[in-house]
């Protein structure tokens, strides 16, 4: 069982079995159970909006017990909570599985993580890069010489 925290701080308990993981593939289409076979795994990751989903059937007792419902789970879930509740997911999903795919799967999760760190860090020189500054000052002179050009609208021009 893994644990995470949303932006609220109320805490939800991840437990997957084989009952839960039978409820998100009939109520999402989701099959966790190919997660190392196909891109569910990534969709998961990269997805909030699907992860969300699938956490809110897999704590969906204890969202009921709390008076808590899919709606308000759902927007206890953004920033910071979102990375949270994927890091104690994917843990969770990882755990369920026998040892042999266990292994797979905490190699594909480390590949996946590494190469979001490179996308990352490649944007973020892209960014930082003297190229992006002067392409965004040329797109502001741009922008700012539209306006230059625009007629003056009729509710400032002088009325005689």
């Not at 437990?15 to 891109?39: E, F, G, P, S, W």
């Amino acid at each position: 069982m893994h644990k995470f925290r949303d932006t609220n701080g109320r805490e939800w308990k991840i437990i997957l079995h084989v009952t839960a993981v039978k409820d998100v593939k009939d109520r999402l289409k989701v099959d966790l159970l190919q997660a190392d076979q196909d891109n569910t795994l990534s969709q998961l990751a990269t997805d909030p909006a699907m992860l969300v989903d699938v956490l809110y059937v897999l704590c969906e007792q204890q969202a009921e017990q709390a008076g808590i419902t899919d709606r308000q789970f759902g927007e206890g879930l953004a920033g910071d909570a979102i990375d949270r509740a994927t890091t104690a997911f994917l843990e969770e999903l990882i755990d369920f599985f026998p040892k042999s795919r266990r292994i797979v799967l905490k190699k594909v999760l480390a590949k996946m993580n590494e190469v979001i760190d490179r996308a990352v860090d490649v944007a973020t020189k892209t960014i930082d890069s003297p190229a992006a500054e002067q392409m965004i000052e040329r797109n502001l002179k741009t922008i700012g010489d539209s306006f230059g050009s625009l007629p003056a609208s009729s509710g400032s021009t002088p009325q005689g």
